[in-house]
Structure formats: structure tokens, C-alpha cells
């Protein structure tokens, strides 16, 4: 198991935030949304950062800051974190303003647009803090 490290931690790590939403998402809906468990976008928290957060921490944990993997997962989380703010951000803002402009024009016949693509800050920070915090625990148990 040791020999995988890599591969556990992320993507349990993104497997739980996905759970979260499902969960809460499902509580306040009153309904169970299947659909969350699978769609990755938007929404408390950040299961990318998460993600991209808890690989670059996991090298940070086993094999130390100074080796050039690291740099790379962290470039990578850093990024990461940066396109779900800023660039999905502003898709998610355009898009609820084409929905708007398709719902005058088309009056309500369009399919609409998914507006819930970009994160807020505390989104993806939130996702950052539980992917560190969750490598620590498992390469701490597992190491």
C-alpha cells in the first residue's frame, strides 16, 4: 500500500469532498442528488484543490521539499487553485448572464447553461486545507 501512496491519497482525497457534497447538497435539496458524486464543479469545497493539494503535500511529506516532483505538484496544485477562482469564475458569471439573455429570447425553450463552474476563495481554500491536512493523516498512519 506504501508503494501507491500517490495515488491513495489524492484520489480518496477527492472522493471524500466529492461524498461531502453529495451529502450536504442532498440534506438541504431534501433529495438525493446523484448527479454530485460525479460532477466536480462548484460547490464546498474545492475537490480539485483538494486533489491537486493533498498530491503535492503527500510529496512534500514523503520524499521532502527540495526534490524537483515536488516543485512540479506544487505548480500544478498552485494552478489549479488559481483557474477554479479566476478563469472558471468568470465562465460561471457568463454563463448565468447567457441564461438570462436566453430566457428573453428563447423564453425558457433553450437548455440552460451549468452556472455552477467556478469556486469562491474560500472554496478552494478550504479544499487546499483538507488535501494538506488529510496527506498528513494518512502518510503519518501508513509511513
Known amino acids: 500500500m506504501k508503494d501507491y501512496i500517490y495515488l491513495i491519497v489524492p484520489f ?19 433529495e438525493l442528488k446523484w448527479d454530485r458524486l460525479f460532477d466536480g464543479y462548484g460547490g464546498m469545497p474545492s475537490s480539485h484543490t483538494a486533489f491537486t493539494s493533498s498530491l503535492a503535500s503527500t510529496i512534500l511529506f514523503v520524499d521532502g521539499p527540495q526534490t524537483p516532483i515536488f516543485a512540479l505538484a506544487l505548480v500544478f496544485a498552485l494552478i489549479t487553485a488559481s483557474d477554479a477562482i479566476n478563469l ?17 429570447i428563447y423564453k425558457n425553450k433553450q437548455r440552460e447553461l451549468e452556472e455552477e463552474i ?20 494518512i502518510v503519518s498512519v501508513i509511513i
Open 118 to 137: 467556478g469556486h469562491s476563495r474560500n472554496e478552494v481554500i478550504v479544499g487546499a486545507i483538507f488535501g494538506v491536512l488529510y496527506a498528513y493523516l
Open 88 to 104: 472558471r469564475g468568470q465562465v460561471s458569471k457568463q454563463a448565468i448572464e447567457l441564461n438570462k439573455l436566453g430566457k428573453l
Open 12 to 30: 480518496t482525497a477527492l472522493m471524500l469532498t466529492q461524498l461531502y457534497k453529495f451529502i450536504t447538497e442532498s440534506i438541504d435539496a431534501k
